[in-house]
């Protein structure tokens, strides 16, 4: 069993930055393949990011290419993301989520946090 706890979110302007942080409880962190999925309202959840277990492969959506970056620190369980250059667009909940592959459909991944807000505006 694996808590996840995100933290980070908040309201930024357009072509601003903020860092998502998503610290896991247990010992078994570094076992687990992490993403970053959102959900707009109204739309449904969308994979964004994620790592493999050792933080050597990542993947992205190309919606999010080349302005979000993905790592982790299995020293410290946890899981960023750091997202620069924000658009409208990119405002929804994210989530981020633990799994045995790393994956881009959010049924590859069995455990998820509560989800925290960001907010960008024009």
């Known amino acids: 069993q694996v808590r996840l706890i995100e933290s980070g979110g908040g309201l930024v302007q357009a072509g601003g930055s903020l860092r998502l942080s998503c610290a896991a409880s247990?010992?078994?962190?570094?076992?687990?393949?992490m993403g970053w999925f959102r959900q707009a309202p109204g739309k449904e959840r969308e994979f964004a990011a994620a790592?493999?277990?050792?933080?050597?492969?990542?993947s992205y959506a190309d919606s999010v290419k080349g302005r979000f970056t993905i790592s982790r620190d299995n020293a410290k369980n946890t899981v960023y993301l750091q997202m620069n250059s924000l658009k409208p667009e990119d405002t929804a909940v994210y989530y981020c989520?633990?799994?045995?592959?790393?994956?881009?459909?959010?049924?590859?991944?069995?455990?998820w946090g509560q989800g925290t807000q960001v907010t960008v505006s024009s």
């Open positions: 989520a633990g799994g045995w592959v790393t994956g881009k459909d959010g049924k590859q991944y069995d455990y």
């Open positions: 247990g010992r078994t962190f570094s076992m687990y393949a």
């Open positions: 790592i493999s277990r050792s933080g050597s492969i990542t």
